[in-house]
């Protein structure tokens, strides 16, 4: 045991060291917003089983699939850093287990699994001893799975094949948790469904009810997981191949031209890249044609703008993602690549594009005016948007020549990369929100709309990514050196200067504030009034009228309440008078 516990002594040396300062604000939000929830998890204890059982499975989904579309998990300890010291691979992935167990995300997820006492006291006594195992089981078997996972694709990242496959499978899997009442629909499902009860989620749950067979299956799947980690951690250090096929040389006779050249090609050859791709066109592709499985083929036409948005989220961080290669533009007078990267992106997402939003709305037979005004709008929202965005709101990335053996890590701030990409999915559909309404109304109308609406923010989004990079070139350039973003902005300034509670407070209020007014408010309340109270996904449709209608409300205002809250502590306040000396 003296590796496992000299590795989680390491992790907290280096949290200790690490969350200070805006870091450590940002882990505060995080672990107050997942105590919310392991809290409304462990209550679930007691209200049914059948309700805790379906809540430990969404952990179970968050743990696996969380880190694959945040960056790659934790990696405060890496298997490259202990290379040289001839750990064998299961005693490394057992340490490397044990240093796990150290965070913040494992602490939140054991106060969820503390629904297992819950459950198991209203139960009786030896249902409350079970549940102590069990809850460390199942914690265990929680943290393994998102270790095989971020490995599983790491390894596939390794080759172009590999790199698509796992994009079309990780795409498919994110768009059919978005299209779930489809399949609720479809295979008559109201409450919750069976199958939650065969996943390794609810095995703790079983084995607290009396089925001893159930806690001897999580102790024999954590080893069967172990020993898969251990194996994937001897493949982790192997090169990604590379064909060995030469290549025509793409010629520039100019400097947007080599841009456009240069992004071509890593679009072509970066397996990160081709993952994005393949995962940006299953998400879009599949979320769009779930829908006729029962038997509505309304949504198919929108696939090519769904897409455009999601492949517009996973380049959010362009310039970032690149490093520190931008002195190369620096050392250049008068030189920007923005219009060669905004013109490279356009070709290679808008051919995709193009072509799936014809081939899909030919099928159903329209709507065609409103899908031929949205497809240039969001392609040159899209364009203009991503170097725009990823100058103005750069996060730091870690420069590809030092990259770790896990190619989904590219940077070290996984919070900052995805409200990045949450940040980009709205800019962009606000870009075609004016010719979608255009269409709507007027019919072809619209398209004329939607080509002058893409071409302005392309060129305008452009010119302001120039002017941005020839103006703050340095700093961007230092930002990705050191890793470091300097407080600009008199919003960042007023945050800073909030105090500990006030943070928590506009964090909790800008985190959380969209579950209830979205989801549980705004969507259960359409639910409602149309009629479609059996759609037990919304807490709202478990009541009977007019109590529906009123608890859809009630997540509305508090929805609202969030946010004013968070809103109201970044107010600006008056300075104090000054008294001259």
């Known amino acids: 045991m003296a590796v496992e516990l000299t590795m989680a002594q390491m992790k907290l040396a280096v949290m200790r060291h690490a969350y200070r300062g805006r870091r450590a604000q940002t882990a505060g939000t995080g672990a107050t917003i997942g105590l919310v929830l392991a809290a409304g998890t462990a209550f679930l204890g007691y209200l049914s089983p059948d309700y805790l059982a379906a809540g430990l499975a969404v952990w179970l989904l968050?743990?696996?699939?969380?880190?694959?579309?945040?960056?790659?998990?934790?990696?405060?300890?890496?298997?490259?850093?202990?290379?040289?010291?001839?750990?064998?691979?299961?005693?490394?992935?057992?340490?490397?287990?044990?240093?796990?167990?150290?965070?913040?995300?494992?602490?939140?997820?054991?106060?969820?699994?503390t629904g297992l006492i819950v459950a198991g006291t209203r139960i009786g006594v030896v249902g409350t001893l079970v549940a102590v195992p069990a809850m460390l089981l199942q914690l265990a078997v929680f943290v393994l799975l998102s270790k095989i996972s971020v490995a599983v694709v790491g390894v596939a990242l390794r080759s172009r094949v590999g790199a698509i496959a796992a994009g079309v499978i990780?795409?498919?899997?994110?768009?059919?948790?978005?299209?779930?009442?489809?399949?609720?629909?479809?295979?008559?499902?109201?409450?919750?469904?069976?199958?939650?009860?065969?996943?390794?989620?609810?095995?703790?749950?079983?084995?607290?009810?009396?089925?001893?067979?159930?806690?001897?299956?999580?102790?024999?799947?954590?080893?069967?997981?172990?020993?898969?980690?251990?194996?994937?951690?001897?493949?982790?250090?192997?090169?990604?191949?590379?064909?060995?096929?030469?290549?025509?040389?793409?010629?520039?006779?100019?400097?947007?031209?080599?841009?456009?050249?240069?992004?071509l090609r890593t679009w072509s050859r970066d397996l990160v890249r081709n993952h994005q791709l393949a995962?940006?066109?299953?998400?879009?592709?599949?979320?769009?044609?779930?829908?006729?499985?029962?038997?509505?083929?309304?949504?198919?036409?929108?696939?090519?703008?769904?897409?455009?948005?999601?492949?517009?989220?996973?380049?959010?961080?362009?310039?970032?993602?690149?490093?520190?290669?931008?002195?190369?533009?620096?050392?250049?007078?008068?030189?920007?690549?923005?219009?060669?990267?905004?013109?490279?992106?356009?070709?290679?997402?808008?051919?995709?594009?193009?072509?799936?939003?014809v081939v899909c709305t030919a099928i159903v037979g329209g709507p065609w005016p409103l899908v031929l005004a949205l497809l240039p709008a969001l392609l040159g929202g899209a364009a203009g948007l991503v170097p725009l965005v990823s100058v103005y709101a750069l996060v730091p990335a870690t420069d590809p020549r030092r990259r770790s053996g896990n190619p989904l890590r590219t940077s070290e701030d996984e919070g900052g990369l995805t409200g990045l990409a949450y940040l980009m999915l709205a800019l962009v559909l606000a870009t075609g929100l004016p010719a979608g309404l255009a269409a709507h109304w007027l019919g072809w109308v619209g398209v004329p709309v939607g080509l002058a609406t893409g071409a302005l923010c392309y060129w305008l989004f452009g010119r302001l990514a120039e002017a941005r990079l020839r103006t703050h070139g340095p700093e961007l350039l230092e930002t990705m050196r050191t890793g470091r973003k300097p407080v600009t902005g008199t919003s960042m300034r007023r945050f800073e200067e909030l105090s500990a509670v006030q943070k928590n407070v506009a964090g909790v209020g800008f985190g959380l504030g969209a579950i209830p007014l979205f989801p549980q408010g705004v969507v259960a309340l359409g639910f409602v009034l149309a009629g479609r109270a059996d759609m037990s996904w919304f807490l709202a449709t478990y009541l009977p009228g007019p109590w529906n209608a009123a608890v859809a409300v009630g997540f509305i205002l508090l929805g609202l309440g969030l946010y004013g809250s968070a809103l109201w502590v970044l107010r600006k306040r008056p300075e104090p008078d000054r008294i001259p000396a």
């Open 279 to 357: 995962f940006s066109l299953a998400y879009g592709l599949w979320f769009a044609a779930s829908p006729l499985v029962i038997g509505w083929n309304g949504m198919l036409p929108y696939a090519g703008p769904i897409f455009i948005v999601m492949a517009a989220g996973m380049a959010s961080n362009l310039y970032g993602t690149d490093g520190t290669a931008l002195w190369l533009t620096m050392m250049s007078p008068g030189a920007t690549d923005v219009r060669g990267r905004q013109l490279a992106w356009a070709a290679t997402q808008g051919a995709v594009a193009i072509v799936l939003t």
């Open 62 to 113: 968050g743990w696996v699939l969380g880190p694959v579309f945040m960056g790659g998990g934790d990696e405060t300890l890496r298997p490259e850093h202990f290379a040289m010291l001839g750990i064998s691979p299961r005693r490394l992935a057992a340490g490397l287990l044990t240093a796990s167990f150290v965070g913040v995300a494992p602490l939140v997820s054991l106060a969820a699994l």
């Open 170 to 263: 990780n795409g498919v899997v994110l768009s059919s948790l978005g299209q779930i009442w489809v399949f609720m629909i479809a295979f008559g499902v109201s409450g919750t469904p069976a199958v939650v009860w065969y996943l390794p989620s609810a095995w703790g749950l079983l084995a607290v009810r009396g089925e001893w067979w159930a806690l001897a299956a999580l102790a024999g799947l954590v080893l069967l997981l172990l020993g898969l980690w251990a194996a994937l951690l001897g493949r982790r250090a192997g090169r990604p191949r590379v064909s060995g096929r030469a290549r025509r040389p793409i010629a520039a006779s100019t400097a947007a031209g080599a841009v456009v050249a240069k992004e």
